[in-house]
């Protein structure tokens, strides 16, 4: 349950895994595969409360579950949607709300400019998490203890009160970690240094949750309960893998200012669409170039040639294949200026991905070609 508030990676994020389910403001809702494995799961978990509650309840028992389930999901749609809002009110925009297996994610197409929106936002979700465990509590007193909406309604608050709590726990990828990294950006005065503190503290949280059916065992003199084991464990997976990605995330955005178009364009040799391949090879191993522009009779740049399309071309066939049969055609998202650098070039390779760009100067003049490869490599060993 967090909010990414971009990438600051040299791929463009997969926003949205999943089926679209709805809308809010415009904002596309996605359902991801394991929801649906996971919510199956806690209907099944639910299963001996319901039957315990009321043996004679029969097959709507299974209804009964089932509701839990989508209740929770709900729960916590509502809990995503406080974020994307929060972050709609700052005038940020938001692309996607996606709902998986251990919770959801707001996408942010920027994060937000200063730590205290940073936290606000952040802060949102567990806000009307708790909010809703408050509701909660209120019906419980107005239902009676025997009634099986008194118990649905118990199980829901407990549930949510949880999933307040804990995910104010203050490491990434938690809400809780998003709200110490804007904290500590704030009395740092640096950014990249909160997301650090909070990326580690996450690993932190991790380890503490995986012990933490150990440590009630011990409290308690029994042996550890195997249901609290692999939740634990899933969890802890779950918030270490995030943690990591977020730590890798920050070193990567470290490097962004030493990022620039100028330092990473290949030289380039125009060719024209109708030259066969092995030709326009020859060509570009003589005059030492590294990447193929394809030109009009005009010499105007129309399209680009993919290094993987060449590669995937059989030796034997080179001579057979025309270089228009391996090229892209030039479209305006292709086309990136010697002054891009930092942040801009990644958000210029996530708004058109591809593996090659036209480079130009600011007054117009091709000046040769960005490798999205070459990209990558700048970040290698993050």
Request: hydrophobic residues 50%; neutral net charge; glycine residues 10%.
């Amino acid at each position: 349950m967090s909010t990414d508030g971009g990438s600051g990676t040299p791929q463009a994020p997969q926003r949205a895994q999943g089926v679209k389910v709805g809308s809010f403001l415009g904002i596309p809702i996605y359902a991801n595969v394991s929801l649906f494995v996971t919510a199956g799961l806690l209907a099944l978990a639910f299963l001996p409360s319901i039957q315990n509650y009321d043996p004679s309840i029969g097959s709507t028992k299974y209804l009964v579950a089932i509701m839990f389930a989508a209740l929770l999901y709900l729960s916590i749609l509502i809990h995503e949607v406080a974020h994307a809002a929060v972050a709609r009110a700052f005038g940020l925009p938001v692309s996607s709300i996606t709902l998986y297996m251990l919770g959801g994610v707001t996408a942010l197409d920027r994060k937000a400019p200063t730590p205290g929106r940073d936290f606000a936002i952040s802060g949102a979700g567990p806000a009307a998490t708790l909010l809703l465990a408050g509701f909660g509590m209120v019906g419980l007193t107005v239902t009676s203890s025997g009634q099986l909406a008194h118990l649905l309604l118990f199980q829901l608050t407990a549930a949510n009160l949880f999933v307040g709590v804990y995910n104010l726990l203050p490491g990434l990828p938690l809400d809780g970690g998003s709200m110490l990294a804007a904290v500590v950006w704030k009395i740092s005065g640096r950014e990249l240094t909160g997301s650090i503190v909070a990326s580690w503290a996450g690993r932190v949280v991790a380890l503490l949750t995986a012990l933490l059916p150990f440590l009630l065992a011990w409290l308690s003199g029994t042996a550890p309960d195997t249901f609290l084991l692999v939740w634990a464990a899933v969890i802890a997976v779950f918030l270490w893998t995030g943690s990591t990605q977020s730590l890798r995330a920050a070193k990567v955005r470290a490097r962004l200012p030493a990022l620039t178009v100028r330092g990473l364009v290949r030289s380039a040799l125009p060719v024209t669409a109708d030259m066969p391949l092995a030709e326009a090879l020859r060509r570009l191993a003589e005059s030492g170039a590294a990447a193929l522009v394809v030109t009009d009779s005009e010499q105007r740049p129309t399209g680009l040639v993919s290094e993987a399309a060449v590669a995937a071309t059989p030796q034997e066939r080179r001579p057979w294949v025309n270089v228009g049969t391996v090229a892209r055609r030039l479209e305006p998202g292709l086309v990136l200026r010697t002054d891009l650098s930092g942040e801009d070039v990644i958000t210029a390779l996530q708004h058109t991905p591809a593996t090659e760009y036209l480079v130009q100067d600011p007054d117009g003049r091709v000046q040769g070609v960005l490798s999205a490869a070459d990209v990558q490599r700048a970040f290698s060993g993050v």
